[in-house]
């Protein structure tokens, strides 16, 4: 699978903004879908994750509340609706594939980058304060 993710850019904090990564290749419904994050000067982090079957989603504390990652599975898409946006926010996004999960992967495992094959190459996003 391929993955390009879109939808950054700069916006005030308080505002919101919607990414969204569109996969291609093989068949991209058998995937665990993730969302990763890295800030300037700091590692990359997990930001949220979501079943093959757009069931189960899984956040970081960091974020629970104010984003939401959904899939469409018909359109290969995988989104990522961020509110009440942060300064804090401000980072490259990911959009990143597991084929291996099982269904009910768990938030630990769903959480750590090493679980996921393939990465999209990121999209900034910049929170002005």
């Known amino acids: 699978v391929q993955l390009q993710a879109s939808g950054g850019g700069l916006v005030q904090a308080g505002g919101s903004l919607r990414l969204s990564c569109a996969a291609s290749?093989?068949?991209?419904?058998?995937?665990?879908m993730g969302w990763f994050r890295q800030a300037p000067g700091k590692e990359r982090e997990f930001v949220a994750a979501i079943s093959r079957n757009g069931v189960s989603t899984y956040y970081s504390d960091s974020v629970k509340g104010r984003f939401t990652i959904s899939r469409d599975n018909a359109k290969k898409m995988v989104y990522l609706e961020m509110n009440s946006l942060e300064f804090e926010d401000t980072a490259v996004y990911y959009c990143a594939a597991d084929h291996n999960a099982i269904l009910t992967a768990g938030l630990s495992y769903s959480s750590r980058q090493e679980n996921y094959d393939k990465w999209g190459q990121g999209t900034l996003v910049t929170v002005s304060s």
């Open positions: 290749g093989r068949t991209f419904s058998r995937d665990l």
